[in-house]
């Protein structure tokens, strides 16, 4: 086992669960150092599907324990909990096989998604700055964006993509069927209340305000949308005039409690307040469902939409599963080079420097030659080095998996002083 993955998603664990688990982008860099502490090589995912830890083994030390201690001890799941929700892969092949599907949107509450491309690629960069990615790591990931763009380009599994965002605005539009004539308020202005905002607009929303912990991000947002801009501290004023709340701000508690949507609801008029809170943590708490008139959803609530656009793309998924097949067995070529590439770095270094010594020692013995003659002979005893090395370098490449014997093999053969790999 080199890399093992601990993870809790939208599949295994309620949005509950998953806020507990996740790392607010401001805070992964200080959760990599914990990580750090455990463990000298890992990447952290953190989504609104999903919270997982990749950790690559080098020192021998018991990764899977390793990634559920941390989440035991920094992202505060109780031992039940963890048991219940969390999933723990440490087959190579099926840590792998993960990552891709997910680059690829394949494991997304919206198949097809492009933002967890940006995410994954965040991710590895945010692990890079700290000093936590090694080769294997770095290789799987890049491979996994990479796969992630050609299923993007070579299928239609993201045309007309939905967004979690989107898709929340889509809801709005079932619950309330002229939103044209709805004042929708978003909360946060990130990628998420951007697309909440953009995706109103094109449903024929026209009155839109834009809620910020920064006023001017409020400000630039609603610019662009010819909104209103909300200071986060009047949030609860512009509460008593709109139909529908979109809530995407990334802030770690919730903003709205059942008390202050109670006195809200007393000071407007006895119109429904429809919130819909795709933020994970959940910027409004749950105790608001119970506030008469008002109906509170949250990003697990989105799932019967996404199963409807799964349906449409199924054709894609499968499209994309076979890119994905493409893609994994290049990568497993990769990881068998790197098994054997010590090995055949030894063995070629070892022809070469026979090559050399004996071509040398032969020339001394010889009427000066010219530089063509030299050439010649150069190149006529390289070509009898590569050509005899050939069938060993390629039983090498092919033979590097399970217990190493192949390698082993070419070492005693070749009396090989080779190094294991990294
Ligand atoms: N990105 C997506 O496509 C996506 C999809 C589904 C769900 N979500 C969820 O939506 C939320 C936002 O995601 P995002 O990608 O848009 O993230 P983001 O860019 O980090 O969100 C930025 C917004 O959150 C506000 N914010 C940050 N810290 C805050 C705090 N402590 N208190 C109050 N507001 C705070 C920011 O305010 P200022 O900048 O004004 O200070 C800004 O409006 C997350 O919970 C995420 O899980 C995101």
Not at 72 to 86: F, G, K, S
Not at 209 to 236: C, H, I, P, Q, W
Not at 404 to 422: T, W
Request: charged share 25%.
């Amino acid at each position: 086992m080199r890399i093992c993955v601990i993870g809790v998603n939208h599949r295994t664990a309620p949005v509950e669960v998953r806020e507990k688990a996740a790392i607010r982008s401001a805070e992964l860099a200080q959760h990599l150092s914990l990580l750090h502490n455990h463990a000298p090589c890992g990447i952290i995912l953190s989504t609104c599907n999903r919270t997982e830890v990749y950790i690559a083994e080098n020192d021998g030390r018991d990764v899977e324990k390793t990634g559920l201690k941390f989440f035991q001890t920094y992202l505060n799941i109780p031992d039940d909990e963890l048991t219940r929700c969390a999933y723990v892969i440490t087959n190579q092949q099926e840590v792998a096989k993960n990552l891709y599907r997910i680059t690829c949107g394949l494991d997304s509450l919206i198949i097809g998604e492009y933002e967890i491309l940006g995410q994954v690629g965040n991710a590895l960069e945010a692990a890079e700055k700290s000093g936590m990615v090694n080769l294997l790591l770095r290789h799987l990931f890049q491979g996994a964006i990479r796969a992630g763009r050609r299923v993007r380009e070579e299928t239609g599994i993201s045309k007309n993509a939905l967004s979690v965002s989107s898709v929340a605005v889509e809801l709005a539009a079932q619950i309330i069927p002229d939103l044209s004539k709805s004042r929708l308020l978003v909360i946060g202005t990130g990628e998420a209340g951007r697309l909440v905002a953009k995706a109103s607009k094109e449903r024929g929303v026209t009155q839109i305000a834009v809620a910020s912990r920064t006023l001017e991000r409020a400000a630039e947002l609603a610019d662009l949308l010819g909104g209103k801009a909300v200071d986060m501290y009047n949030l609860f004023d512009e509460l008593g005039h709109c139909d529908i709340v979109v809530g995407c701000a990334s802030s770690p508690h919730a903003l709205v409690d059942a008390a202050r949507i109670e006195s809200v609801m007393k000071g407007r008029p006895a119109v429904p307040l429809v919130i819909i809170d795709i933020a994970v943590p959940r910027n409004v708490a749950d105790n608001v469902k119970g506030v008469n008139n008002v109906f509170l959803y949250n990003i697990d609530d989105l799932t019967e939409i996404s199963e409807a656009n799964r349906k449409l793309r199924e054709v894609e998924i499968s499209r994309a599963e076979s890119i994905i097949r493409e893609e994994l067995e290049d990568l497993n070529v990769w990881w068998h080079s790197l098994e054997s590439r010590p090995a055949v770095t030894a063995l070629m270094e070892k022809a070469e420097a026979i090559r050399s010594a004996q071509l040398n020692s032969t020339l001394k013995k010889l009427r000066p030659l010219t530089q063509e003659e030299n050439d010649y002979l150069e190149a006529m005893t390289k070509s009898i080095v590569v050509k005899l090395l050939k069938d060993p370098v390629h039983y090498l490449k092919n033979n590097a998996e399970g217990d190493g014997d192949g390698i082993e093999l070419i070492r005693q053969l070749f009396r090989l002083e080779v190094e294991k790999p990294e």
